[in-house]
T-cell receptor, first 111, second 112 residues
Framework: KQEVTQIPAALSVPEGENLVLNCSFT??????LQWFRQDPGKGLTSLLL?????REQTSGRLNASLDKSSGRSTLYIAASQPGDSATYLC??????????FGQGTRLTINP | NAGVTQTPKFRILKIGQSMTLQCAQD?????MYWYRQDPGMGLKLIYY???????DKGEVPNGYNVSRSTTEDFPLRLELAAPSQTSVYFC???????????FGSGTRLTVV
């Protein structure tokens, strides 16, 4: 059974810092991995999608990496801003486009 | 583009009542999903559909039913509401494995 774990559960950093969120998964047989952002009381917004054949994807200040063999992905946020405060979820696609989610990391950027 | 539209946004049910959560997408996606999110937890898959007329169970299907008569609509039915079904429900859709998911804004359901 595929399990996805995100550490830490919560993270608080001062504005301007670079930071890394971690995601690990137990079964390396995945199609792709996605990172989402969730604001309080809102739905999920897709940030980055990494196919199983890719090593990383970048969008603006965000960079996501994927190491299938070790079952790990990281989301790097450069020059953090208060507007980056949200919960970040990673999810792996294990077939039929079904996603298995981690519990999320609640990120707070302090001005 | 409307994307994925969920109704209602909020609902309070009494134990034993029934209701249908509506989900519609206008992107011609074949794949549609229902997830629930409990406080402090990730999302768990309830049911999914790979096309009109085809549905299958996810990780936590007990107490729910779905149908997919059209590409656009994927309603979720709760027949006998129980307090354990208090949660936030999200509908999502995608084109295929090369595309990201689009999520609706969610339905917050409380069963009392």
């Amino acid at each position: 059974k595929q399990e996805v774990t995100q550490i830490p559960a919560a993270l608080s950093v001062p504005e301007g810092e670079n930071l890394v969120l971690n995601c690990s998964f137990t079964d390396s047989a995945i199609y792709n991995l996605q990172w989402f952002r969730q604001d309080p009381g809102k739905g999920l917004t897709s940030l980055l999608l990494i196919q199983s054949s890719q090593r990383e994807q970048t969008s603006g200040r965000l960079n996501a990496s994927l190491d299938k063999s070790s079952g790990r992905s990281t989301l790097y946020i450069a020059a953090s801003q208060p507007g980056d405060s949200a919960t970040y979820l990673c999810a792996v696609n294990r077939g039929a486009q079904k996603l298995v989610f981690g519990q999320g990391t609640r990120l707070t950027i302090n001005p | 583009n409307a994307g994925v539209t969920q109704t209602p946004k909020f609902r309070i049910l009494k134990i034993g009542q029934s209701m249908t959560l509506q989900c519609a997408q206008d992107m011609n996606h074949n794949y549609m999903y229902w997830y629930r999110q409990d406080p402090g937890m990730g999302l768990k898959l309830i049911y999914y559909s790979v096309g009109a007329g085809i549905t299958d169970k996810g990780e936590v299907p007990n107490g729910y039913n779905v149908s997919r008569s059209t590409t656009e609509d994927f309603p979720l039915r709760l027949e006998l509401a129980a307090p354990s079904q208090t949660s936030v429900y999200f509908c999502a859709s995608t084109h295929d494995a090369n595309y990201g998911y689009t999520f609706g804004s969610g339905t917050r359901l409380t069963v009392v």
